[in-house]
C-alpha cells in the first residue's frame, strides 16, 4: 500500500513581508495535510529566561514572520482556500510584554513607559488546561494561530503585521484553533499560504500588543473551493471549533463569523455585517432584508484585533444551531 504524502514547513522557511513574487517552499495538492513547525512572533528573540530588561535589545523588524509560502495547485484568482486547523500544539513557555509607551504600540501605550516582560509556564499545569498567572489566577490555554494568510493581489512587498482582506496577522482567537475552518478569498495562483505567530491564549483586541506568543507546531488542511462556490467570501471568515463565547445550549456551539478590516474601526464593522448578509444570502436564502434584520437580532459584533496598525479586524458571528432544520 502506498503511503501518503508527508509535508513539513521548518522554523528556517519563513518571511517578514507579503510578496506574491515569492518562491514557494512546498507545492502541493488540494486536501493535502501541512505541518509547520514556527518561531513565536518575536522570530524567538525571548526566551523562558527573558527578563524586563531584554525588551530595551527587541528587533521590531524581525517580528511577525510567515511561514512558507505553500503553492495550492488548483488555486486561482477568485477561488477560496479553505483551512482546517488540525493540531496545535505549544512550546513549554510563552511570554506577554508591554513596550516602552515611546514604540506606541498597544491600545494604552502613552499611559504605560517601562517595559514589561511576563514569562508563562505552558507544562507544569498544561495537562489541566491551563497556565498559572499568579497564585489564584488561572488562565485556560487555548492555541491558535495568529498569522494565516496568502499573498495579496498588489505587486510589492507588504508588512506582515496588520491583518488583510487576504488575512495575514488577523489575531482572532476564534478564527484558528484547534477545530476550527478559516476561508480566505484567493487573489493570485497557487495561494501562496503561510502562517505563524503561536498564541496559547489572547483576549479579543490583544489590548496591550501580546497575547501569550510562544513556538509551535501546527498541522494544517489546505483546500480549495472553487469559484463560484463561495464567491460572497470576499475578506476571512471562519466557523469556530467549540463552545460560542456566550454559553449558548447544546448544539448551539459552533458559529460563523467574517471579519471586517479596515484602517477605520466603524468600516470594519461595516463590511463584517456585509459580509454576514452576502453570507445569509448565498447559503440561506434570505433577502437581504431579512438577512439584515436577522443580524441586528443574533448576530455579535467583536474587535478582534484593534494594535495592529493601521488595520482593525472585527468580527460578526452567527450561532449557527438557529438554523434548526439543516
Known sequence: ????????????????????????????????EVTFDLVDGGNNQFTSTSTSADIASFKFDLADPAHGPVYIKEADPGDVLKIEVLSLQTASYGWTSIFPGSVGFGLLADEFPDPYLHIWDLSSTAKD???????????????????????????????????????????CRHATTTGSTLFLPVKV?????????????????????AAIETPMKATLRLTVIKSPKMDYIKSPAYITSGPGIRGLKSGEEKEFAVLGIDEDLREACRKAVRGIIAWLVSEK???????????????DLRVAEI????????????????????
Open 1 to 32: 500500500m502506498a503511503q501518503s504524502l508527508s509535508f513539513h514547513i521548518h522554523t528556517h522557511q519563513k518571511h517578514l513581508k507579503w510578496n506574491n513574487s515569492l518562491h514557494p517552499i512546498l507545492a502541493v495538492s488540494s486536501g493535502q
Open 307 to 326: 494594535v495592529d496598525m493601521p488595520n482593525y479586524g472585527v468580527a460578526c458571528s452567527v450561532p449557527l444551531g438557529i438554523f434548526v432544520d439543516e
Open 129 to 171: 488546561g491551563f497556565t498559572i498567572f499568579k497564585k489564584g489566577i488561572h488562565i485556560p490555554i487555548r492555541p491558535f494561530l495568529g498569522v494565516c494568510g496568502i499573498a495579496r493581489e498588489e505587486v510589492g512587498e507588504w508588512s506582515t503585521i496588520p491583518p488583510y482582506e487576504t488575512g495575514g496577522n488577523i489575531d
Open 285 to 299: 436564502g434570505l433577502t437581504r432584508e431579512e438577512a439584515y434584520v436577522l443580524c441586528s437580532v443574533v448576530a
Open 189 to 209: 495562483p497557487g495561494a501562496l499560504f503561510s502562517c505563524g505567530d503561536g498564541h496559547a491564549a489572547q483576549g479579543d483586541g490583544e489590548v496591550c500588543g
